[in-house]
């Protein structure tokens, strides 16, 4: 029977998540399996791999074949390198705590390499959060200027009106005082007339005794 390492897909649709299983090559995709030794998750940055090491490394010393992606999550996780140290040992090129120290090394500097990334990544994150932000905020700035603006030509608009009209308003009280006063200048000459005229006939009464 042939044997594979591959994945199977679970999840909703665009947000897949997939188990890295051990199954009969003849076996659907997502059907049967003899055995699931891990789980990856893309949707995450890194992705996100969870794996049982140790019967991953049994399954592929004892020949199971992985598929191209699993072979890449395998070597990922260093499942391939830590089966040539192995196959070392076996053949006697190294012993058994070369290979270990070995794959302890690698581990450490894969796992460093993994810290870098995922801290490199949030900064970038952090970095274009604040450029956003800060370019929020020159627009809102700008909008609260043009806010601003419009408002002060909106209230130089309303007190040059108000102004407007009050000049309007000294302006026809002018006008009516000027009738008024013209209106008392015609009636004194008449008032003035009426008074001569008055004395002119006191004065003759007395004659004419």
Do not use: C
């Not at 390492?5 to 679970?10: C, D, E, H, T």
């Not at 020949?63 to 830590?82: E, H, V």
């Amino acid at each position: 029977m042939a044997v594979k390492i591959r994945l199977a897909r679970r999840g909703r649709k665009k947000l897949a998540i997939f188990d890295l299983v051990v199954a009969d090559a003849r076996a659907p995709r997502d059907g049967r399996f003899i055995e699931k030794i891990g789980t990856y998750n893309p949707n995450s940055n890194p992705a996100t791999i969870v794996l049982n090491e140790t019967q991953a490394l049994k399954w592929v010393m004892n020949g199971a074949q992985p598929t191209d992606t699993a072979k890449a999550i395998l070597s990922y996780r260093g499942i391939l390198y830590k089966k040539h140290l192995q196959v070392g040992v076996i053949k006697g090129a190294i012993t058994q705590e070369q290979a270990d120290a070995k794959f302890e090394a690698w581990k450490t500097e894969k796992e460093t390499k993994i810290q870098t990334k995922s801290t490199s990544i949030q900064d970038s994150k952090d970095k274009s959060k604040a450029s956003r932000l800060a370019a929020e905020a020159k627009v809102s700035a700008a909008r609260a200027e043009v806010i601003a603006a419009k408002n002060k030509v909106e209230e130089e608009a309303l007190v040059a009106s108000v102004v407007e009209a009050i000049n309007e308003v000294d302006e026809s009280s002018e006008v009516e005082e000027t009738e008024v006063a013209e209106a008392a200048v015609e009636e004194t000459p008449a008032t003035e007339e009426a008074a001569p005229a008055a004395e002119e006939s006191a004065a003759e009464e007395p004659a004419a005794e």
